[in-house]
């Protein structure tokens, strides 16, 4: 059943509702939405630029209320600023940061859609208006992304490069057989806080993103949260290329994506490496990256 055929119930709104399209005059609220189509660096060749345009009609399928927390995220003030005009290269990375900034100076909270990894840190930098260095940064992600050159594989070093301090970046979900020990060893010399997929199947959920939390925000730091949904087992997220068999589940990373959002000191967070194009014909990954934009929400909600 498409997004065009669903029922229309009053009494059951949904999700693709609650957020409204950007208007005249200064955008301004809680949540901006705003879609990065970028995939012309990715490493693996990516169908990535579809991801935001399905991401917003997989929110169709989903309502605005979360039972668990019993919290109707449609309080809240969310606009969709569209997608970013041709966000790869240089001058796309411009367009990218100046969206960023834009977001952030009448946003409380800034959720951008993927695009590939890439768009990490020209999203970052546009939130933290060029200067980095009271900012900390947590990812989610199979990988170090610390790659010479400019790719889908290198946003946090050239973050880092940047003015980020490494020991303000926290990696979780760092898996084996996905990195080399070149990049393991530039990421322990940079001071960057590792977090395997190994070491996540025996520790706390809540306390892991915690002590994330404290690492990266330590002072009073704004931080930046990448979801990489390529640390996802590939069964679940079959829309991600460079997920692997054995990554932590999709219901952890909803997990994960509401815990961070709650934290006052998160100002931004982006959802990459989903490729809508290769998706299960259900649409699966495409509809969890739609749920992590719900759980950050409902995340900000609690705060």
Request: charged share 20%; hydrophobic share 45%.
């Amino acid at each position: 059943m498409s997004a065009a055929k669903l029922p229309d119930d009053p009494l059951w709104p949904r999700a693709s509702a609650w957020i409204k399209p950007v208007g005249d005059g200064r955008p301004e609220g809680d949540i901006a939405l705003l879609g990065v189509p970028a995939h012309v660096s990715s490493i693996t060749p990516t169908g990535a630029h579809a991801t935001p345009a399905a991401v917003r009609e997989a929110l169709a399928r989903y309502s605005t209320y979360s039972a668990n927390a019993d919290i109707d995220i449609a309080t809240l003030a969310a606009i969709d600023l569209g997608d970013v005009r041709e966000p790869d290269g240089p001058d796309g990375e411009l367009r990218v940061s100046a969206a960023a900034e834009a977001a952030g100076d009448g946003f409380r909270l800034l959720i951008a859609i993927g695009g590939d990894n890439s768009i990490t840190s020209p999203l970052m930098r546009g939130l933290a208006h060029g200067d980095l260095t009271g900012w900390g940064l947590i990812t989610l992600d199979a990988h170090h992304d610390l790659r010479n050159g400019i790719s889908n594989g290198s946003p946090v070093r050239r973050l880092i490069e940047a003015g980020l301090p490494g020991e303000h970046v926290v990696q979780i979900g760092i898996a084996d057989f996905s990195n080399s020990p070149a990049y393991a060893a530039r990421a322990h010399e940079l001071g960057i806080t590792v977090m395997t997929r190994a070491s996540l199947r025996h520790a706390d959920l809540a306390e892991t993103i915690a002590e994330a939390l404290r690492i990266a925000g330590h002072g009073g730091r704004s931080v930046y949260v990448d979801l990489d949904v390529d640390v996802c087992d590939r069964a679940e997220v079959p829309g991600c290329p460079s997920a692997a068999p054995g990554g932590i589940s999709a219901d952890e990373l909803r997990t994960v994506a509401r815990l961070l959002a709650a934290d006052p000191r998160v100002r931004g967070i982006d959802i990459t490496e989903v490729d809508a194009t290769i998706d299960a014909p259900d649409g699966r990954t495409a509809r969890l990256a739609a749920l992590l934009v719900l759980e950050a929400a409902a995340g900000y909600a609690l705060r």
